[in-house]
């Protein structure tokens, strides 16, 4: 699933190769991935329309075009977006295409389809068109996420740190991988109840989030040779990672296997030995 720093990737990628081209034709080859509009008004609304800058909001891609329409994008699961030379072989699960006037194509794949494009039409703001971005908590490289947010955040929440974390309305775009990793690398147990935290515990999850993603974000930037190679950038990051993917491995400090359990329908990896503060246990 792609997580926050390949979501900053491919934006990095498209800021590069999309902006300032033109969305000439607009090809749905599956209909499920249109959020909105209708079929019709989203092939006709993006045509013609030029790339004027594009952001992220979470794991949201947001592409503002002109006259003051957009293009909101999610990748959910199994999305890519890539702005490919006709030389690329489109994919098998090629779900929508947007011609350029570059010659290049705007490629939408997604094997699982449930990620989708929604159309922005002028007049209409991208919390109009997609609701759950009003929800969504602050950004995790901003200057929202601080250690006094994210203390007063958690307080009387029972549940779990690690479920809190994946919380989009605490954190946006803080996925799996990286809560696991932010949670050993300050010693606290995945299963401690969120509103133990301390001031401590919460300012270094702050510096450890921050680092993380910042870390992974420049793996993924220095691996975008080119504008379809904008994959991959958590299996690169999973090759170093302190716990993810490495249950039963040694932990890299302690030597003691990592343990993998499941929690609310996620794995979350973790070292028992190295992850002992805030050791209140969740009551549910
Ligand atoms: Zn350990």
């Known amino acids: 699933m792609p997580e926050l720093p390949e979501v900053e990737t491919v934006r990095i990628g498209l800021e590069k190769y999309l902006v300032g081209d033109v969305f000439k034709t607009v090809q749905v080859l599956r209909e499920q991935s249109v959020g909105y509009p209708s079929v019709t008004k989203f092939t006709k609304g993006l045509a013609r329309k030029e790339v004027i800058s594009v952001e992220r909001r979470g794991k949201y891609l947001l592409i503002h075009l002109d006259s003051k329409a957009g293009l909101g994008v999610h990748l959910r699961m199994s999305g890519r977006l890539i702005v490919a030379d006709k030389k690329h072989k489109p994919a098998e699960f090629l779900r929508i295409n947007i011609k350029l006037e570059s010659g290049r194509d705007l490629r939408f794949e997604d094997m699982?389809?449930?990620?989708?494009?929604?159309?922005?039409?002028?007049?209409?703001?991208?919390?109009?068109?997609?609701?759950?971005?009003?929800?969504?908590?602050?950004?995790?490289?901003?200057?929202?996420?601080?250690?006094?947010?994210?203390?007063?955040?958690?307080?009387?929440?029972?549940?779990?740190?690690?479920?809190?974390?994946?919380?989009?309305?605490?954190?946006?775009?803080?996925?799996?991988?990286?809560?696991?990793?932010?949670?050993?690398?300050?010693?606290?147990?995945?299963l401690s109840s969120a509103g133990t935290m301390t001031k401590p515990d919460a300012e270094k999850l702050v510096v450890a989030i921050k680092k993380t993603l910042k870390q992974a974000i420049e793996l993924g930037g220095s691996s975008l040779k080119d504008y379809t190679d904008s994959q991959g950038v958590n299996g690169k990051y999973q090759h170093s990672a302190w716990v993810y993917g490495r249950a039963k491995q040694p932990c890299r400090v302690c030597g003691e296997p990592i343990e993998r359990i499941k929690l609310v329908g996620r794995s979350a990896h973790f070292c028992s030995n190295c992850q002992t503060k805030m050791r209140g246990r969740p009551t549910k």
């Open 112 to 190: 699982r389809v449930f990620g989708r494009m929604w159309y922005v039409p002028p007049g209409e703001t991208f919390e109009d068109i997609i609701p759950a971005l009003t929800l969504l908590g602050p950004e995790p490289l901003g200057k929202d996420l601080t250690a006094k947010y994210l203390l007063e955040a958690v307080k009387g929440r029972k549940q779990a740190i690690k479920t809190a974390l994946l919380d989009q309305t605490l954190i946006a775009g803080l996925g799996n991988i990286y809560a696991d990793e932010v949670l050993f690398q300050t010693g606290i147990h995945p």
